[in-house]
C-alpha cells in the first residue's frame, strides 16, 4: 500500500531563518505530488504541485520555493522565513492522471517567531 | 482558473439531525469532486468523492449529490454523532490538463450532544 511521509512534524523558526520541509512517498510510482499551506482556522491553499521530476508549478507568488530531486520526495525550501509563513504544511499525493484522490501526509507546524 | 464556494463557514445541529454543507464552482469542465474531513490539528482525509457522470453517491451516513447543470455539489451527512464533529472541505478539480484540486475555505460542524 501506499504511504506518505512528512517531516519535521513541528517546527520553530526565527524570522529569517531558512526552511526546508521533506516529504516521500513509498508504495508507488510517478506521482502527482503537492504541497498546501493551512494557515490557522482558515482553508487549504496550493502552493505547489509537481507531476514528474524536475517539473513545479507555482500557485502563489511568494518566498517559498519547491523542488523534487527525486520521482517520490518533493521538497518545500525557503531562505528567508516572514512572519506570514507560519502555518499548517500539509504535503499530499496522487496518482497520475486527473481525477484521482488526493492524500495527505501528516502535515508540518511551522511557527516563526 | 477554478474557484469553488462553501456554504455555510460553520455549522451548529443536534446529535441525531442531518447536516448539509453546499459548494459551488464556476469552471463547467470540473469533473471530480471529493470531500474531506479534518479533525483538529490532523491532516485532511477523504470521506466521499463523485465524479461528473454521476447525480449522487452514498456511504452509510454520507451522500454528496452533484448538479452540473448548476455547478453545485452537496454533503449530506445523516443521523449526525459528536465525532462527525470537524471541519469539512469540498474540491472541485478541473479536466485541463492541470492536476490540481482548489478547495472551499472549509465548514465548520460542531455535533452537540
Known amino acids: 500500500s501506499q504511504t506518505i511521509h512528512q517531516w519535521p512534524a513541528t517546527l520553530v523558526q526565527p524570522v529569517g531563518s531558512p526552511l526546508s520541509l521533506e516529504c516521500t512517498v513509498e508504495?508507488?510510482?510517478?506521482?502527482?505530488l503537492y504541497w498546501y499551506r493551512q494557515a490557522a482556522g482558515r482553508g487549504l491553499q496550493l502552493l505547489f504541485y509537481?507531476?514528474?521530476?524536475?517539473?513545479i508549478s507555482s500557485e502563489v507568488p511568494q518566498n517559498l520555493s519547491a523542488s523534487r530531486p527525486q520521482d517520490r520526495q518533493f521538497i518545500l525550501s525557503s531562505k528567508k522565513l516572514l512572519l506570514s509563513d507560519s502555518g499548517f504544511y500539509l504535503c499530499?499525493?496522487?496518482?497520475?492522471?486527473?481525477?484521482?484522490?488526493?492524500?495527505f501526509g501528516e502535515g508540518s507546524w511551522l511557527t516563526v517567531v | 482558473g477554478e474557484n469553488v464556494e462553501q456554504h455555510p463557514s460553520t455549522l451548529s445541529v443536534q446529535e441525531g439531525d442531518s447536516a448539509v454543507i453546499k459548494c459551488t464552482y464556476s469552471?463547467?469542465?470540473?469533473?471530480?469532486f471529493p470531500w474531506y474531513k479534518q479533525e483538529l490539528g490532523k491532516r485532511p482525509q477523504l470521506i466521499i468523492d463523485i465524479r461528473s457522470n454521476v447525480g449522487e453517491k452514498k456511504d452509510q451516513r454520507i451522500a454528496v449529490t452533484l448538479n452540473k447543470t448548476a455547478k453545485h455539489f452537496s454533503l449530506h451527512i445523516t443521523e449526525t454523532q459528536p465525532e462527525d464533529s470537524a471541519v469539512y472541505f469540498c474540491?472541485?478539480?478541473?479536466?485541463?490538463?492541470?492536476?490540481?484540486?482548489?478547495f472551499g475555505k472549509g465548514t465548520k460542524l460542531t455535533v452537540n450532544p
Open positions: 499530499a499525493w496522487s496518482v497520475r492522471g486527473a481525477g484521482n484522490t488526493i492524500y
Open positions: 509537481s507531476v514528474g521530476i524536475g517539473q
Open positions: 474540491a472541485a478539480l478541473t479536466q485541463g490538463g492541470s492536476e490540481k484540486l482548489v
Open positions: 508504495g508507488t510510482s510517478n506521482p502527482n
Open positions: 469552471d463547467s469542465a470540473s469533473n471530480y
